[in-house]
T-cell receptor
């Protein structure tokens, strides 16, 4: 069974800190991996998408890496801000069907 | 661009009634739409995949006769929860993509369903 796990489940940091969120998956034969942000009671905002052939993607203060062999991805957030507070979800597509399997999420709180 | 809307944003209904949720791609054609369910403090779970003009493909454990999905046009998919019960109360989110141009799924804002 394909599973996606995220650690930590929750994280609280002071404003300005750099932080890393982790995502692991059980099957290395992934098609792509995405990181999303979800605000309370809201839908998802796509942050970064990494194809299986790529090792990292960057967007502004966000950098996502992918290591298929170890079944891991990290989301690095630089100079965190209170507005970054949200739940961060990683999702993996294991085939060309584009079906996404979501991780358990990391609830991030950035303290002003 | 790439905006997906859902209607209604929230709904409260009595047990035994049916509820229809709409998912629309506003500025692109969606060849494929996905329906997810999210229970409180849990992650999203894929319920079904629908391709325009075809029958939906349901994930294991999802009752196709209870969750009716229609994807009759390239901009609209509907999810009908038939004979809803309190355990169906959840946050339902759709996503849409145009498989002809890429693999990115665009997510709707979600519909919160409360069955009394």
């Amino acid at each position: 069974k394909q599973e996606v796990t995220q650690i930590p489940a929750a994280l609280s940091v002071p404003e300005g800190e750099n932080l890393v969120l982790n995502c692991s998956f059980t099957d290395s034969a992934i098609y792509n991996l995405q990181w999303f942000r979800q605000d309370p009671g809201k839908g998802l905002t796509s942050l970064l998408l990494i194809q299986s052939s790529q090792r990292e993607q960057t967007s502004g203060r966000l950098n996502a890496s992918l290591d298929k062999s170890s079944g891991r991805s990290t989301l690095y957030i630089a100079a965190s801000q209170p507005g970054d507070s949200a739940t961060y979800l990683c999702a993996v597509s294991f085939g060309a069907t584009n079906k996404l399997i979501f991780g358990t999420g990391t609830l991030l709180a950035v303290q002003p | 661009g790439a905006v997906v809307s859902q209607h209604p944003s929230w709904v409260i209904c009595k047990s035994g009634t049916s509820v229809k949720i709409e998912c629309r791609s506003l500025d692109f054609q969606a060849t494929t739409m996905f329906w997810y369910r999210q229970f409180p403090k849990q992650s999203l779970m894929l319920m079904a995949t629908s391709n325009e003009g075809s029958k939906a493909t349901y994930e294991q454990g999802v009752e196709k006769d209870k969750f009716l999905i229609n994807h009759a046009s390239l901009t609209l998919s509907t999810l009908t929860v038939t004979s809803a019960h309190p355990e169906d109360s959840s946050f339902y989110i759709c996503s849409a993509m145009d498989s002809r141009v890429g693999e990115t799924q665009y997510f709707g804002p979600g519909t919160r369903l409360l069955v009394l």
